[in-house]
């Protein structure tokens, strides 16, 4: 198979990796109905594990003691990301979070700038302001300057998934990708479940609505997002892929309108787009080719 069959057939499969984590948002939304969100993340997150326990043990026996160490890390901050993102899709559109999810990809290079005593690129400081002129006209309501209290929970949400890609980037190469991974699914699956249990009411019975939501973020948008992306990314380019996946929050837009009937207005609209341009804008313009959207 020719090197351009490859990469077009890696780039189509994560497409649907992105379909199938901009989907994911009216699922759980829909699902925080019946179960409190620890609950459900550590439900989803240990499944998760062990799918790729089962896919993937020959990788996952090679975890050593750093290993567990920096997947631990990286761990704590996937768990900021979903646990903020998950409580805020109760008290916040699928779509908006799917938007202001992706104010992730803007954050990074501010956030290595900072860390890195950095002054920023031009490039930077206008995603920046593009970013933020999207989320004011996204989240916050006409003649009114206070964020959306969900909004507000998934932006924090996005603080931890562009840390946790910075750090990525910074541990990833020394270890097994599928072990460090696995790390990181299993820290969130266990601490999820144990404050869960502590400050969550058990769920008198798992309907087919609640099942079915946890099968799809499992099986599909961590377990198999996660292999497709570590099988499939080496025959393209980290940019190319990263565009790709800034379609995740067209598809949650896509799914709220189909699935829960969300409809953008206008000036919402207009501020959707500032965010996708100032994705796009960072993802282009990104000095290191490694920093990459890695989120389910």
Sequence with gaps: MSAAKKRMQAEVSMLLVAAIWGSTFVVVKNALQEIGPFLFLGLRFLLAFLILLILSFPCIKKTNRHTLLAGGLLGLFLFIGYVFQTIGLKYTTSTNAGFITGISVVLVPIIFSLLYRQRPTVSTTITVILAATGLFFLSFPRNSFSLAYGDF????????????????DRYSHQHNAIAITAVQILFVGILS?????????????????????????????????????????????????????????????????????????????????LILVSMLISILTRKSKNLIEANA
């Excluded at 929970?153 to 562009?162: D, E, M, Q, R």
């Design 153 to 168: 929970l998934v932006l924090i949400c996005a603080f931890g998934f562009a840390f946790h890609i910075i750090f990525v």
């Design 193 to 273: 479940l144990l404050i869960g249990l502590i400050n969550e009411p058990w769920p008198e019975h798992f309907s087919a609505n609640l099942l079915t939501a946890l099968f799809i973020t499992a099986v599909f948008a961590t377990s198999l997002a996660f292999l497709l992306q570590n099988a499939l990314q080496k025959y393209s380019t980290p940019t190319r892929i990263a565009i790709v996946l800034t379609t995740e929050p067209i598809f949650a837009a896509l799914a709220g309108y189909l699935w829960a009937e969300e409809i953008l207005s206008h000036r919402a609209m207009f501020g959707a787009g």
